[in-house]
T-cell receptor
Framework: GENVEQHPSTLSVQEGDSAVIKCTYS??????FPWYKQELGKRPQLIID?????GEKKDQRIAVTLNKTAKHFSLHITETQPEDSAVYFC??????????????FGAGTRLFVKA | DVKVTQSSRYLVKRTGEKVFLECVQD?????MFWYRQDPGLGLRLIYF???????EKGDIPEGYSVSREKKERFSLILESASTNQTSMYLC?????????FGQGTRLTVV
């Protein structure tokens, strides 16, 4: 079945530095790659996503890149701020033959931004 | 705003009990999902449903079943709760891409 691996599990950066989180997926039929942010005690929320026909997408300080050949995708956060501290999850979605789709998540990266 | 509501925030159940976790969404989404969240393991898919009465196994379905009798409601059932099912359970719904999560149910099996 589909497997998503995420690295690193923990990342600590100084405020203003960049943070990069990397993921790989196993099923080449995956066609949608969202990233979720989960703050302490809260539910995960979508922050950015990318489809398989796009190589890069940017939204203010966050960007996502996708390399379909290598089955890699990455999240880049620039000019990090303390409020970026959270757990970040990558995910890969795949359509299923009977209808609908399923989304498999990585194990998460706990990001600490030190002021 | 999409609202996904889980019936309980905290539950404590005894080993061997039958446990029902309920999830309701108000946006007419076809797709609903149940995940469990454990430290270091992320969100693992238990079951998902893409239509009323339709269900598919996720990665860790053992010990669980689900029910989707109405479009807005997706129930997770632990037939005989065990201590290794102590976890945070998250329900989500989706129209086509973005998943909207409930607030989570922290289940403790003693």
């Amino acid at each position: 079945g589909e497997n998503v691996e995420q690295h690193p599990s923990t990342l600590s950066v100084q405020e203003g530095d960049s943070a990069v989180i990397k993921c790989t997926y196993s099923d080449s039929a995956s066609n949608y790659f969202p990233w979720y942010k989960q703050e302490l005690g809260k539910r995960p929320q979508l922050i950015i996503d990318i489809r398989s026909n796009v190589g890069e997408k940017k939204d203010q300080r966050i960007a996502v890149t996708l390399n379909k050949t290598a089955k890699h995708f990455s999240l880049h956060i620039t000019e990090t701020q303390p409020e970026d501290s959270a757990v970040y999850f990558c995910a890969a979605s795949i359509s299923i033959l009977t209808g609908g789709f399923k989304t498999i998540f990585g194990a998460g990266t706990r990001l600490f931004v030190k002021a | 705003d999409v609202k996904v509501t889980q019936s309980s925030r905290y539950l404590v159940k005894r080993t061997g009990e039958k446990v029902f976790l309920e999830c309701v969404q108000d946006m007419d989404h076809e797709n609903m999902f149940w995940y469990r969240q454990d430290p270091g393991l992320g969100l693992r898919l238990i079951y998902f449903s893409y239509d009323v009465k339709m269900k598919e196994k996720g990665d860790i379905p053992e010990g669980y079943s689900v029910s989707r009798e109405k479009k807005e409601r997706f129930s997770l059932i632990l037939e005989s709760a065990s201590t290794n099912q102590t976890s945070m359970y998250l329900c989500a719904s989706s129209l086509d891409t973005e998943a909207f999560f409930g607030q989570g149910t922290r289940l403790t099996v003693v």
